[in-house]
C-alpha cells in the first residue's frame, strides 16, 4: 500500500456538533471500562461525515482528545484504513473497483470514463461534485464491473451506463443503485440456470412430486433429527496407569 498522508491545506479548527458528540459518547458507552478506545473507528467515521467525506488533521485530534488517545494512534489508524479519505472528496464519491474479474469485465473502459467526466484520480472536479479512487475489490464480483458511489454500489456498467449515471447525478436527478440490467441482486442474467430441469425432481418411477426419496424414512414426522441406526461408542475407559485414577 502507498504512503498515505494529510493533504497540505487544513482547516483550522474542528468540533463535534452537539448531535455527532452525543451520539459518539453513546458509541464509547458500549465498550467495557477501560476499553472506551475501541470506539475510535466509528467516532472517525463520523468524525469524516461530518467533513463532507474526509477527515482533516484537527478532527483527527478531536477524536484522540474524546478517547483519550495520543494523536499518532489515531494518526495511524486513520492513514492505514482507506476508508478514511484523507484530501478533500467530491458531493459524490466515485470508488471504481480495479481488480481482476471487474476488469475481465470491462472495467479499464469505466476508468477511461472517469478521467474524461471527472478528471485524475484523487482530484476533485472543477464544480466539487465528483472525485474518484481505484479501490480493490468491493464484493460484487458476480455484478462486474461495478463502482461504489457514497453508500451505494452501481453494478453491471459500461461506459454508456457509468455516462448516464455520473451525468444524472449531476444534474440532480434519482438514479437507481444496484443493477444496471434487468436482473435482481445477483440474481444470473436471464433468470435462474440451473435446477430447471423437472427430471431432477422426480422419483423412482419418474413421477413429478410423488411418492418418498430413498432418505425421505428418517425424515418423517416424530423421527428424532439426531437418532442414529447404532448408539454411539462409550469413551475409552482411561489406562489404569492414568494418574487421574489414583
Not at 115 to 139: H, P, Q, T, Y
Not at 140 to 146: D, E, F, L, R
Amino acid at each position: 500500500m502507498s504512503v498515505r498522508r494529510l493533504a497540505e491545506k487544513q482547516p483550522p479548527s474542528f468540533a463535534f456538533t452537539s448531535e455527532n458528540l452525543g451520539w459518539a459518547r453513546a458509541q464509547i458507552e458500549k465498550y467495557p471500562r477501560g476499553r472506551q478506545q475501541s470506539a475510535v473507528i466509528p467516532i472517525l467515521w463520523r468524525a469524516q461525515q461530518q467533513c463532507g467525506g474526509w477527515l482533516p488533521q484537527k478532527a483527527i485530534e478531536a477524536v484522540a482528545d474524546l478517547l483519550g488517545m495520543a494523536n499518532i494512534r489515531v494518526l495511524e489508524i486513520a492513514t492505514f484504513y482507506t476508508m478514511f479519505n484523507l484530501a478533500p472528496v467530491g458531493k459524490f464519491h466515485v470508488q471504481f473497483c480495479g481488480t481482476t474479474p471487474c476488469v475481465l469485465r470491462g472495467a479499464d473502459e469505466l476508468k477511461k470514463v472517469l478521467r474524461r467526466m471527472i478528471g485524475d484520480e484523487n482530484a476533485v472536479s472543477a464544480d466539487g461534485k465528483f472525485s474518484w479512487v481505484e479501490v480493490e475489490c468491493l464484493g460484487a464480483c458476480v455484478n462486474a464491473p461495478m463502482v461504489q458511489i457514497n453508500a451505494d454500489y452501481y453494478e453491471d456498467l459500461t461506459p454508456d451506463r457509468l455516462t448516464r449515471i455520473i451525468n444524472d447525478l449531476s444534474a440532480g436527478r434519482t438514479v437507481k443503485a444496484g443493477p444496471q440490467i434487468d436482473r435482481i441482486n445477483s440474481a444470473p442474467v436471464g433468470g435462474p440456470m440451473t435446477l430447471t430441469d423437472p427430471s431432477l425432481f422426480a422419483d423412482e418411477t419418474g413421477a413429478q412430486g410423488e411418492g418418498d426419496s430413498p432418505d425421505d424414512e428418517g425424515k418423517k414426522p416424530g423421527s428424532a433429527a439426531n437418532v442414529h441406526e447404532a448408539p454411539m461408542p462409550k469413551p475409552p475407559i482411561a489406562d489404569a496407569t492414568d494418574p487421574r485414577r489414583q
